[in-house]
């Protein structure tokens, strides 16, 4: 399948500062890649890169088999940048017309009916809407044309839970239809109906790559037993599917990688006369393959 | 619709609020300036003796060449175009100059249109066009203004003085080719500074840096001119200033020059080298 981004040893430094380093990176045709890491960890910059604001200090990158400085290549990719400015006078309507005339292919109804069904009023000056109406038309304009990649810079940020459900389903439906979507973000719940794969960047190198099967295997359930009399927590450390055991007070907190039989059977025989179970969310997960890395 | 017509139209439709309001501000004080001639052409006439003004008071006058503010050309250049009009011109090209790329490249914009199908080059040349045409506009109109008030204030009617030793001398009212020569002289000298605030722009990026560094050429241009009519130690960088040129010449009075020809040249340099400084450059993010 060909690549629609494709990076080489794509590195950005700025004095002793590498904001991305070494980058190597294939999304293909079709696929929806997110790439996960914290704020400052070099995924805006890897996108400004893409699109050639700024020139990479090493290696090169190619968008749908094109530089990302040719007009051409760029008429097919929408872009939400992390936070759009648009000049002062501009409506939305305004910026619909304007950087929509810009490219070959403006469909005019696609863009009403993303108006629609963002709910925005496209004849207020774009420097006077909210955080989020200001998504809003960035979300529009990016998707407006019809593109073949979308490169998505924090596309949720400031959005309402419903709107974020919104932008998620225009998302599944775009993949559908055969683009490709390149998004960042720092929050993996958001990504995870939509994502293939998953790229985590930490401190501008890229650390892991996982589909998100593989990133859902990764997630360990808590158990939390309780009891009547303090129970040590050596009493489970040969439970094989116990991962870890920790003390509050009559409780015992066990962290299981495997099946829950044999440890249920073990609460039982112990006289367990609580049990609460807590599957950790995908955030959490995130927070701890970044944890890892860094001790690494 | 090519792009580049595009970004031009649309950078000239971003600014027709302010360029509307700069065109009135100077029409206005273009008229009211001419409204005086016929009270104050005579009380400007004992500056132009000399015995209250030493050199520099008169170089910052435009007085330099001896010209009689009692007679109409002579009023309209040491009230309006030694002074008012190119300085309020100079003003509108260094905030033109700076928001052709440094302003919209520092608050984010200039991305977003570069994410488009648009190329730098593109963008540059674009706006620099649409920079030039804006100036070029408000300084027609504020001719334009001037012609129609010269008939309302006298200033078409030519003026005799009588010298002491019983000669007279019969100077000439302001025609429209006058206003036309020191109005494009004007926009000239304002042309030069708007390309060196378009070449700060377009090399940093930056709008703070972009209005300080070519107010300060500006300004600094002006300043060394007049400190050199104190001192002829500093007359050799004089060179660097137009208001060297544009106050000797004296366009409205004496017709074009060819030194009208250095700030064209100054700012086609300009435009080429900030364009190319601003191919090869990262973009400033917001």
């Known amino acids: ?38 704020n ?42 992390g936070d759009l400015n648009l000049p002062r006078t501009m409506t939305g309507r305004d910026a619909f017309n304007y950087f929509g005339g810009l490219r070959p292919s403006g469909e005019s109804d696609v863009r009403d009916s993303l108006v629609e069904r963002f709910g925005l009023d496209p004849t207020r000056p774009v420097r006077e809407l909210s955080t989020g109406n200001r998504r809003k038309v960035g979300l529009i304009l990016a998707f407006m044309n019809n593109p073949e990649l979308l490169i998505l810079d924090e596309p949720t940020s400031g959005l309402d839970p419903v709107l974020q459900e919104e932008f998620r389903d225009l998302l599944a439906e775009r993949k559908a239809d055969g683009a490709t979507i390149w998004l960042t973000s720092h929050v993996m719940a958001e990504v995870a109906r939509v994502a293939d794969r998953v790229g985590l960047i930490n401190e501008g190198k890229l650390v ?38 920790t003390q509050d007070g009559v409780d015992l907190v066990l962290s299981l990688n495997g099946p829950v039989g044999a440890v249920l059977k073990r609460a039982a025989e112990l006289d367990a006369i609580r049990v609460e179970t807590e599957q950790n969310d995908l955030d959490t997960i995130f927070i701890q393959l970044l944890s890892g890395e860094e001790q690494s | 619709m090519s792009a580049t017509l595009s970004v031009y139209r649309r950078w000239i439709r971003d600014r027709r609020l302010s360029t509307v309001s700069w065109t009135l501000g100077i029409v206005v004080i273009i008229v009211a300036t001419a409204a005086f001639y016929p009270s104050l052409g005579s009380t400007t006439a004992s500056i132009a003796d000399g015995s209250d003004s030493g050199e520099a008071m008169s170089s910052l006058l435009g007085l330099s060449s001896g010209i009689d503010p009692s007679t109409p050309l002579g009023y309209l250049w040491i009230s309006l175009y030694a002074n008012i009009v190119p300085w309020t011109l100079m003003a509108l090209g260094v905030a033109l100059g700076t928001a052709a790329i440094a302003s919209d490249e520092d608050t984010g914009a200039l991305e977003y249109l570069l994410s488009g199908p648009v190329t730098r080059t593109q963008v540059a040349f674009a706006r620099f066009a649409a920079a030039v045409s804006v100036l070029l506009l408000v300084s027609f109109l504020s001719g334009l203004s001037m012609v129609l008030s010269l008939p309302f204030f006298d200033l078409t009617e030519s003026v005799t003085t009588t010298a002491p ?20 002289s004007s926009f000239a000298v304002a042309l030069g500074l708007t390309g060196i605030a378009f070449l700060i722009g377009a090399a940093t990026g930056r709008k703070g840096i972009t209005l300080g560094g070519a107010s300060a050429v500006g300004i600094g241009g002006y300043v060394l001119y007049t400190l050199s009519s104190m001192t002829s ?3 050799f960088l004089t060179w660097l200033s137009p208001w060297r040129w544009y106050v000797d010449d004296v366009m409205l009075i004496n017709g074009l020059t060819w030194d009208v020809t250095l700030p064209f040249i100054t700012a086609t340099l300009c435009l080429l080298i900030g364009w190319q400084a601003f191919l090869h450059r990262d973009l400033q993010s917001s």
């Not at chain 1, 380093?21 to 696929?31: F, I, M, P």
């Not at chain 1, 700024?54 to 090169?60: D, L, N, Q």
């Open chain 2, 233 to 235: 130690s500093l007359d």
């Open chain 2, 165 to 184: 030793d019983g000669s007279s001398t019969t100077a000439p009212g302001a025609t429209v080719g006058d206003i036309a020569t020191g109005t494009f």
């Open chain 1, 208 to 245: 892991k790559e996982l589909t998100f099967e593989e990133l859902r295997h990764q997630a360990t359930t808590e158990i939390t037993f309780g009891f009547a009399e303090p129970v040590p927590p050596s009493a489970f450390e040969d439970v094989t599917s116990v991962a870890a055991v």
């Open chain 1, 1 to 38: 399948m060909p690549a629609a981004i494709e990076t080489r040893n794509l590195t950005k430094q700025w004095g002793d500062l590498k904001a991305v380093d070494k980058l190597d990176l294939v999304v293909n045709e079709g696929e929806c890649y997110a790439f996960l890491g914290r």
């Open chain 1, 40 to 81: 400052g960890s070099g995924k805006s910059t890897t996108a400004r890169m893409l699109l050639d604001f700024i020139r990479p200090t090493g290696g090169s990158s190619e968008l749908l088999g094109g530089s990302g400085s040719d007009p051409d290549i760029r008429a097919r990719v929408g872009y939400l940048p």
